[in-house]
Nanobody, 124 residues
Framework: EVQLVESGGGLVQAGGSLRLSCAASRFTFDNYDIGWFRHAPGKEREGVSCISSGDGSTYYADSVKGRFTISSDNAKNTVNLQMSSLKPEDTAVYYC?????????????????WGQGTQVTVSS
């Protein structure tokens, strides 16, 4: 069974940083593009960032551009999301998922492979 597991969420003050990780079992990031989504209460799910397994292309939503950085470590089979200058509006449950595809400048969509999510709370 394919599993994606997020970690690294928590409570942080506005302006602070967190690093989320997405680890996979029975799943090789070499073969899949990976994205991060977030879902806040009362809001629609938002695709935050993705990274291509092929050429390393990345995409960032305008809301996080310049503050978040996505990276992959194929040796460790993880994808990380470094989040800096966090704002209260970044508060949400963050999920990683396999996406199809990740192309720079284009929005991305999830496949059937999702993690369970990790809570990020940014206090003002």
């Amino acid at each position: 069974e394919v599993q994606l597991v997020e970690s690294g969420g928590g409570l942080v003050q506005a302006g602070g940083s967190l690093r989320l990780s997405c680890a996979a079992s029975r799943f090789t990031f070499d073969n899949y593009d990976i994205g991060w989504f977030r879902h806040a209460p009362g809001k629609e799910r938002e695709g935050v960032s993705c990274i291509s397994s092929g050429d390393g292309s990345t995409y960032y939503a305008d809301s996080v551009k310049g503050r978040f950085t996505i990276s992959s470590d194929n040796a460790k089979n993880t994808v990380n999301l470094q989040m800096s200058s966090l704002k209260p509006e970044d508060t949400a449950v963050y999920y990683c998922a396999a996406v199809s595809p990740c192309v720079s400048g284009s929005y991305f969509y999830p496949t059937d492979y999702w993690g369970q999510g990790t809570q990020v709370t940014v206090s003002s």
